[in-house]
């Protein structure tokens, strides 16, 4: 059985930083994508970001140059450092991996649950 455990997040103040880490233990299959996902009350779930096998990231435009996504293989980890953090990030972040391609596109009225998801961490960010 997969077990996903998240830590980080927190509150920090507009401009601060927050590194986000999850653990996958139990995996018995070759891990594809791992991300992270987000949802902030009343909106939708949406997509932060993204690393392949190979290491190829993708981010959303609103985190590009701010948020670097990265794994560890051997250790089946994955992390989000979060800089320059603005209000507008504050939602529960969501990470995911899988044996599969995780969604780019989103369906309205998902949640935020994909592949082998984590607990859910809050990521408050005040100004």
């Known amino acids: 059985e997969v077990q996903v455990v998240e830590y980080g997040g927190g509150s920090v103040q507009a401009g601060g930083s927050l590194t986000l880490s999850c653990t996958y233990s139990?995996?018995?299959?070759?891990?594809?994508?791992m991300g992270w996902y987000r949802q902030a009350p009343g909106n939708e779930c949406e997509l932060v970001s993204l690393?392949?096998?190979?290491?190829?990231?993708y981010y959303e435009d609103s985190v590009k140059g701010r948020f670097t996504i990265s794994r560890d293989n051997a250790k089946n980890t994955v992390a989000l450092q979060m800089n320059s953090l603005k209000p507008e990030d504050t939602a529960v972040y969501y990470c995911a991996a899988d044996s599969l391609p995780l969604p780019k596109r989103l369906f309205p009225g998902g949640t935020c649950h994909y592949g082998y998801y984590g607990q859910g961490t809050q990521v408050t960010v005040s100004s």
């Open positions: 139990g995996v018995t299959f070759i891990v594809s994508d």
């Open positions: 690393i392949g096998s190979d290491g190829l990231t």
